[in-house]
């Protein structure tokens, strides 16, 4: 069996703190993760330029973003384009359908950021199209604002034909793999099988709490805002502080 953290921010994210380079080196050596998705707000560039690097690292990356539907947001995975942020649920899901990706439900009914409802996730699926892209729901969130929903969303999971889906949505290095999924196989065809065979299980392996992401994530917040972030020059060598703009 595989494991997999499909919900993953770096500094190419707003509120992302990590570089790309620093989560390939952490996912290495600090976790049993197969698999990773990197998926920022609105944006996949940073996605496309960890999947150039991440055979350097030795690790498999999904080319993602989280989208801003109209409805709330949307992880948006397998795309290799930015998806147009504001439009309907159903509208974004058939658009990254077109582009050969997968969708699945980031933190349903969460509060704190913009959240699809389970009447929004239902009424989806009654369209056979939307139903065949958007094949799963985070059952499991593992940001520090969202984990008071997961008892909501792992039911509506449970109540419908998808994928159940464990995700850190990290924004700093250490919660990554707080949430992963696991999955029969090893690599990122494999994965994407499972969720379509709605063959998937959550797993929490961590709680975050606000004593571990609220110093790291505002440390590494003010450094990123002067150019400066934890990365990583080689894959051999160690993570250090280090001007932003010379590395990804
Ligand atoms: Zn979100
Ligand atoms: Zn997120």
Redesign the pocket.
Same mark, same amino acid.
């Given at each position: 069996m595989g494991f997999a953290d499909l919900h993953i921010h770096s500094t190419y994210s707003w509120d992302g703190t990590a570089t790309l380079s620093a989560i390939l080196k952490y996912v290495v050596e600090k976790t049993d993760l197969d698999v990773i998705a990197i998926t920022d =707000?609105d944006e996949v560039i940073g996605a496309l330029r960890a999947e150039q690097i991440a055979h350097h690292y030795g690790i498999e990356v999904i080319t993602g973003s989280?989208v801003s539907t109209a409805e709330g947001?949307l992880l948006a995975l397998y795309i290799r384009e930015k998806i147009p942020v504001g439009m309907s649920l159903i509208d974004t899901v058939r658009y990254v359908g077109k582009l050969g990706g997968l969708c699945i439900a980031? =933190?349903p009914m969460?509060a704190g950021?913009?959240?699809l409802s389970d009447e929004a996730i239902r009424n989806a699926l009654k369209y056979p199209d939307v139903a065949k892209v958007l094949v799963g729901i985070e059952a499991i969130n593992g940001?520090l604002f969202?984990q008071g929903s997961n008892f909501l969303a792992t039911a509506l999971a449970e109540s419908l034909p998808v994928a159940s889906v464990a995700n850190s949505?990290s924004h700093i290095l250490q919660t990554i793999g707080f949430g992963k999924t696991e999955f029969e196989g090893k690599t990122a065809f494999d994965l994407r099988r499972a969720l379509e065979a709605r063959q998937t299980r959550p797993i929490c392996t961590r709680h975050a709490t606000p004593w571990l992401v609220i110093p790291s994530w505002l440390e590494f917040f003010l450094l990123k805002k002067f150019g400066w972030v934890r990365w990583n020059p080689h894959p051999l060598q160690p993570m250090r502080l280090g001007r932003a703009k010379m590395v990804i």
């Open positions: =707000h989280e947001h980031a =933190h969460a950021s913009p959240s940001g969202h949505d």
